[in-house]
T-cell receptor
Framework: GQQLNQSPQSMFIQEGEDVSMNCTSS?????WLWYKQDPGEGPVLLIA?????ELTSNGRLTAQFGITRKDSFLNISASIPSDVGIYFC???????????FGTGTRLKVLA | ETGVTQTPRHLVMGMTNKKSLKCEQH?????MYWYKQSAKKPLELMFV???????ENNSVPSRFSPECPNSSHLFLHLHTLQPEDSALYLC??????????????FGPGTRLLVL
């Protein structure tokens, strides 16, 4: 079945540093979504990507849809303490309602 | 405010109890989803409804029974659950009724503990 590998699993960074995380798939997706989840809450949509090569920003967040359609990247610039949380990628293939989720990247920001 | 609400937020139940989780979306979406989120595991899709019709049943045990009376409401009826069913149950919705690229919006989840 389809698998999504998300890395790194966790990151400890200093406030002000930039962060990069990525997801790779064993199959092609036509949609990539990036979410952030705080403890005890549902995932909140950060960025949605619909086309290969697409680069989209949301404030300090930038995400890219890989050209091969099998990967995606999320960058956070100038991290702040409220960036702490778990970041998930999700991919969707054509012709299905199913979204495949990554295992998440747990981000901790040290002030 | 995500536009997707879930009640209750927390639930403790015994293995012989019957309970229901409720989800409501205020976004005018046509598709609704139930996911199970367990510690250190990816989100597991359970059910998908499109225009009140179930379009996906991801090999979920029959002790979980979904119901979608209209496109704004989704229920998950629980009976004779097992301790390993303890998890965060998330509801989501997406705009389209067609198999196309759409974004999903999640509710806050119901934290379920089965004793």
């Amino acid at each position: 079945g389809q698998q999504l590998n998300q890395s790194p699993q966790s990151m400890f960074i200093q406030e002000g540093e930039d962060v990069s995380m990525n997801c790779t798939s064993s199959s092609i997706f036509n949609t990539w979504l990036w979410y952030k989840q705080d403890p005890g809450e549902g995932p909140v949509l950060l960025i949605a990507l619909y086309k290969a090569g697409e680069l989209t920003s949301n404030g300090r967040l930038t995400a890219q849809f890989g050209i091969t359609r099998k990967d995606s990247f999320l960058n956070i610039s100038a991290s702040i303490p409220s960036d702490v949380g778990i970041y998930f990628c999700a991919g969707q293939s054509s012709g299905t309602y199913k979204y495949i989720f990554g295992t998440g990247t747990r981000l901790k920001v040290l002030a | 405010e995500t536009g997707v609400t879930q009640t209750p937020r927390h639930l403790v139940m015994g293995m012989t109890n019957k309970k229901s989780l409720k989800c409501e979306q205020h976004l005018g979406h046509n598709a609704m989803y139930w996911y199970k989120q367990s510690a250190k595991k990816p989100l597991e899709l359970m059910f998908v409804y499109s225009l009140e019709e179930r379009v996906e049943n991801n090999s979920v045990p029959s002790r979980f029974s979904p119901e979608c009376p209209n496109s704004s409401h989704l229920f998950l009826h629980l009976h004779t659950l097992q301790p390993e069913d303890s998890a965060l149950y998330l509801c989501a919705s997406s705009p389209s009724d067609s198999l196309s690229s759409e974004t999903q919006y999640f509710g806050p989840g119901t934290r379920l503990l089965v004793l």
